[in-house]
């Protein structure tokens, strides 16, 4: 079978790799869609938050189909679509599906079917490989008590988690504004249902307080790590506003002007992954049946995998492989 396989850094191959022999307390899984993740590049750029060696197939965002069951498996059968979580955990160790272990970007793969959740028929493939970035953009709104529609809701960072995270809101019936400086991810945001969308190359602190009868917003969610961004979180909260970090962020120091969390006297919570709310976030994109594909910008085949690595991540917001 065809597999992407990172076989060192910057060194990523499609090449042919015998396909994986299933346990009787596993599944078979054909592979139908893939996403490639920003943390897919860390990957193959040699650098990811857990220790990691190659080679590796990646690809944590996927979609796929049942195609054998173990004897030892109940609840599942041929012919469901399925998605799966990626902090995992097996005999050996806990795994990162796709970093610590291999990944979805092959054909064919086994997995255990605890890891699994079924699609439901109202999700198409694509929304299916965007599920794991949307527990994720739920997870940054969850962690800090959710919304509703009396709240304005600031995401500042248009790529897929926040992108995610802007949609959860939305579908929760929040106002939503998105800060990006890109306008290919601002226009998807608007696709989303955000109310507004801001350039910060502007004041972007002014325009939030002039959208909001100057008082900011009940949540902001940083979704871009970048340090203008949390330079500026903070003052764009309301009195009492809770801030949730998602964006990645780690072993820079940033200046911030901390007194503002004392001075709005606000909830600051940081939140990575989505631990715990896959079943509810599925639920909520077929209960809502929110459109989560402005996001999917560009789709490769699995065998055109290294092109698709080639797109840089300022000319797309999601790549999707798909295995046809």
């Known amino acids: 079978m065809k597999a992407l396989v990172f076989e060192a850094p910057e060194k990523p ?33 040699g650098r990811y938050i857990i220790p990691i060696s190659y080679p590796v197939t990646p690809g944590h965002e996927w979609c796929g189909e049942v195609i054998e069951v173990g004897k030892l498996v109940s609840g599942l059968a041929v012919g469901d679509r399925v998605v799966g979580e990626c902090v995992v955990e097996t005999p050996e160790r806990l795994h990162h599906f796709g970093f610590s272990m291999d990944g979805a970007d092959r054909e064919f793969f086994a997995v ?13 493939d694509t929304t299916g490989s965007l599920i794991e970035p949307f527990t994720c953009g739920y997870y940054a709104v969850m962690r800090s008590g959710g919304t509703n529609a009396s709240e304005t809701v600031v995401v500042s960072g248009g790529g897929t988690i926040g992108l995610c995270s802007a949609a959860a809101a939305v579908g929760m019936g929040a106002r939503v504004i998105v800060i990006d400086p890109v306008a290919r991810r601002r226009e998807a945001a608007l696709k989303l249902g955000a109310e507004a969308v801001l350039d910060p190359a502007d004041d972007v602190i002014e325009q939030v307080k002039a959208l909001t009868g100057g008082k900011g917003a009940e949540l902001v969610i940083e979704a871009s790590g970048h340090d203008a961004s949390v330079s500026k979180v903070f003052e764009l909260a309301a009195e009492e506003g809770r801030v949730s970090m998602v964006g990645i962020s780690i072993d820079r120091m940033v200046t911030s002007n901390l007194g503002q969390i004392q001075m709005r006297n606000l ?14 976030a599925i639920r909520f994109l077929e209960k809502t049946g ?11 085949d699995l065998k055109d995998a290294v092109e698709a690595l080639n797109i840089k991540p300022s000319e797309c917001i999601k790549v999707t492989l798909t295995n046809d």
Request: with cysteine; net charge negative; proline share 11%.
């Open 290 to 300: 929110i459109d989560l594909s402005p996001i999917q910008t560009h789709r490769f």
């Open 267 to 280: 909830t600051v919570r940081g939140c990575i992954g989505s631990p715990g709310v896959w079943p509810a």
């Open 112 to 124: 255990s079917p605890e890891w699994l959740h079924k699609l439901p028929p109202n999700l198409d």
């Open 13 to 45: 191959v499609v090449k042919d790799v015998p396909v994986p022999q299933m346990k009787d307390s596993e599944v078979m899984i054909r592979t139908r869609a893939v996403g490639i993740c920003h943390s897919d590049y860390e990957l193959l750029g």
